[in-house]
Every structure is written in C-alpha cells, then in structure tokens.
C-alpha cells in the first residue's frame, strides 16, 4: 500500500491522486485535488467529469483564484495554496465541506507530507492576514451575517464552505452539479438573479454555509418562490422528500438540517430583517417553523422583486 501511495504521488500534471482512509477503517478512498495552472498553462480542452456533465476546469481555477484575491488571501503563504485545494475539494464533492477535519485536512496533508495541524494553522494564518488587510466590503458581501462577532472572522470551515457553495451556486444556472436544466438566455438570466437574491438574504439572516440545511433552504425557498409565482390555487406545500432525492439523502434529514439551520440563523441573523421578512424576531422569544421561515422568506423576494 505504502509503494502504491508513492506512486500514485509522483502523478506532477493536472490531478494528484492521494489516498484518504474513510470513516470505515476497511475502505481506502482515492480523492482527486486539481492543482492550480497557471494561465500560460490554460486550455480549453482541460475539463472534469461531474455527473456525467462535463465543466470546464479551468474556469473552477478561475473563480477560485478570483475569489481568493478579492478576499486578500496572500498568494506568497503556503495557506493559500491549501485553501485552494480545501475549497476545490468541496466543490467537486459538496459533502466534504460538512466535515473538514476528517474529510479534507487528511488528504492535503497527505498531498504535501505535512501534519493535519500544520495545514489548519496555515489555512487560519492567510485568512487572519486577509481579514487584517483585506477588502472588508467583499468581506461582508461575502460572509454576511454568519461570523460570531466574538470572532470577528469566519472559521476556517465557513470560509471553505462559504466559497464552495458560492462557486456551486454560479454554476447552477448552467445546469450542472445543483440540478437546473439548461433553458433560453431569458430564463438562465432570471433564474441566475433569484439565485442571488435568496444567497444573499441568507447571508443577511445568518445562515452558515458550512451547515447542511444551507443548500436544503435555498432548494427550499426556491422551490417555494415558484409555487407563489406560479400562482397555482392550493399549491401542495414544498415537501421534504423532493429536496431529499435531489441530494440523495432521506427527508427525515432534510427535516432535521433545516430545523437545524432556521435556529442558528435566528441567534445570529439581523433582527431588523427578522421583522422585517416575519414580523417579529428573537427578542420577542418566538422562532419560525421551517415551513414559516421557507414561505415567509419566499414570500418576501416575490414582494420586493
């Protein structure tokens, strides 16, 4: 196994294969990282495989490295180099972004032969200097609502969560790996803005990234959004079980994530858009169902579109 690990490591092109023990201490999972090209390095004919649709690969490069810059990660740290493959890991498979410390770190340290510590620290070292030096309006753009204000910064799990579902999100309107089919420029368009709108209420009501109930409520207020427009008379409520098969996980799941995610966005979102989308907030010591949450949100990006 050692000898098979060595030479899967000494693959120097685009993909470097490293061996990740699962959970299950019997299974041996190969995870792919990308390494960053430079752009002299770019073709149009690099692309990945994603549920049998292919993307380009180097635009995920793009977006990354773009991002990256904006927020004042320092290209010249070993850490950017490591967020780089932490963020592009989640992006080619969502659930890693779920358990970073078991799922992530062991593999880039694996890839550069260093400790898990070493590459959690150098992950928070770029993003302490961003946050000292950085662009504190794509700061908040970004993150929103989501830091604990003790904090002042994001963790090194919402930060990778954060930019992976961005990223995912920017390419759901393709048609890709969140699930739209591809449709006329006209609907592309309006689906890429309500996109936005409801990632950036979100972000505002403290919704962290980093949970699992975040892609399951904007599926949900998505979904919700066009029962409303639709303006169907006795629209069935939105159901549990259609997100779960979208994400391949079962609706008690669903349920319990998004129960999950509607409690921490309360203790932590802007208790002036609290009132604002529901009519009262956590002072008042009251919390929304999820079904109240999803309607009230969707509601409200109808009545102010």
Do not use: C
Not at 72 to 93: F, R, S, T, V
Not at 182 to 191: F, L, Q
Not at 204 to 217: E, F, S
Not at 273 to 299: C, D, H, L, M, W
């Amino acid at each position: 196994m050692v000898k098979e690990t060595a030479e899967i490591l000494k693959n120097k092109e685009l993909r470097i294969e490293v061996l990740n023990k699962n959970t299950n201490k019997d299974r041996i999972v190969i995870t792919t990282i990308h390494k960053p090209k430079m752009q002299e390095q770019i073709s149009q004919e690099d692309t990945i495989q994603k549920d049998g649709v292919l993307q380009d690969a180097t635009d995920v490069d793009k977006l990354i490295s773009e991002k990256l810059n904006k927020l004042g990660i320092p290209k010249h740290k070993a850490g950017y180099q490591y967020l780089y493959d932490a963020i592009l890991m989640g992006y080619e498979n969502i659930e890693t972004i779920y358990n970073v410390d078991r799922l992530i770190y062991p593999v880039i340290a694996g890839q550069y032969f260093l400790t898990e510590s070493a590459i959690k620290l150098s992950i928070r070292n770029v993003i302490n200097i961003a946050w000292n030096s950085g662009d504190i309006k794509e700061e908040q753009k970004t993150f929103g609502n989501i830091i604990d204000p003790k904090r002042g910064k994001p963790t090194n799990n919402q930060f990778i969560a954060t930019i992976v579902v961005e990223l995912q999100l920017s390419k759901r309107h393709l048609g890709n790996n969140i699930g739209w089919k591809k449709g006329n420029s006209e609907d592309v368009a309006e689906r890429k803005i309500l996109d936005q709108r409801i990632a950036e209420l979100m972000l505002i009501l403290g919704v962290p990234a980093n949970l699992k109930g975040y892609l399951y409520m904007h599926e949900a207020i998505y979904n919700r959004y066009n029962e409303i427009e639709s303006d169907v008379k006795n629209v069935t409520q939105w159901r549990y079980p259609k997100i779960a098969k979208k994400y391949k996980t079962t609706a008690q799941k669903v349920e319990k994530s998004l129960l999950t995610a509607v409690k921490v966005s309360w203790e932590k979102g802007s208790i002036e858009k609290q009132k604002e989308i529901f009519g009262y907030s956590r002072e008042e010591k009251r919390y929304p169902s999820n079904s109240e949450y999803v309607y009230s949100i969707a509601a409200y990006l109808h009545k102010t579109k």
